[in-house]
T-cell receptor
Framework: EPEVTQTPSHQVTQMGQEVILRCVPISNHLYFYWYRQILGQKVEFLVS????????KSEIFDDQFSVERPDGSNFTLKIRSTKLEDSAMYFC???????????FGQGTRLTVV | AQRVTQPEKLLSVFKGAPVELKCNYS??????LFWYVQYSRQRLQLLLRHISRESIKGFTADLNKGETSFHLKKPFAQEEDSAMYYCALSPNFGNEKLTFGTGTRLTIIP
């Protein structure tokens, strides 16, 4: 069964460093999403991406964040200058259409020290 | 602003007993409601959504617009139902801008 794959599973980075979280969505899916979950808190929407551009973003998704689909398979989330409060589990998801089931990856735990 | 409230962080139920996981929402329009489940060491996955009106793994959920609730129910709990359950709301019936509740950890006691 096709799955959304995220790498790495755990990333530790120093405050102020740039990180790139990687995701391989399911191959025939057209919509891609990033969500995050700070420990003990809710899963929060960050951004959705369709047709090579951002379709929706939340207030959390400020200028420090960017997304890219650099090739036909990868979907990346970049945080330019990490802060301690960026420590969270980051989930990638994809769906065939915007209103069909979204399939989530297993998550990348980002720890900023 | 949209909000989803799951009042129970933890819920323990004996095997064979009925299960009800509570979810209340706040949204001015007509939202779509979802239940997501995360089993131990597995990824978050969709359990059911209001628009489908399906019963999945014996679970059902009814949207009560008067009470702004979307409680998840199952008449007879099974051990494999132990998991984290998240209620979520979408303002536009899609996966964009899903608002999640804090989740309820359901433990089925053998």
């Amino acid at each position: 069964e096709p799955e959304v794959t995220q790498t790495p599973s755990h990333q530790v980075t120093q405050m102020g460093q740039e990180v790139i979280l990687r995701c391989v969505p399911i191959s025939n899916h057209l919509y891609f999403y990033w969500y995050r979950q700070i420990l003990g808190q809710k899963v929060e929407f960050l951004v959705s991406f369709y047709n090579n551009e951002i379709s929706e973003k939340s207030e959390i998704f400020d200028d420090q964040f960017s997304v890219e689909r650099p090739d036909g398979s990868n979907f990346t989330l970049k945080i330019r200058s990490t802060k301690l409060e960026d420590s969270a589990m980051y989930f990638c998801a994809s769906s065939e259409q915007v209103n069909t089931e979204a399939f989530f990856g297993q998550g990348t735990r980002l720890t900023v020290v | 602003a949209q909000r989803v409230t799951q009042p129970e962080k933890l819920l323990s139920v004996f095997k064979g007993a009925p299960v009800e996981l509570k979810c209340n929402y706040s949204y001015s329009g007509s939202p779509e409601l979802f239940w997501y489940v995360q089993y131990s060491r597995q990824r978050l996955q969709l359990l059911l959504r209001h628009i489908s009106r399906e019963s999945i793994k014996g679970f059902t959920a009814d949207l009560n617009k008067g009470e702004t609730s979307f409680h998840l129910k199952k008449p007879f709990a099974q051990e494999e139902d132990s998991a984290m359950y998240y209620c979520a709301l979408s303002p536009n019936f899609g996966n964009e801008k899903l608002t999640f509740g804090t989740g309820t950890r359901l433990t089925i006691i053998p």
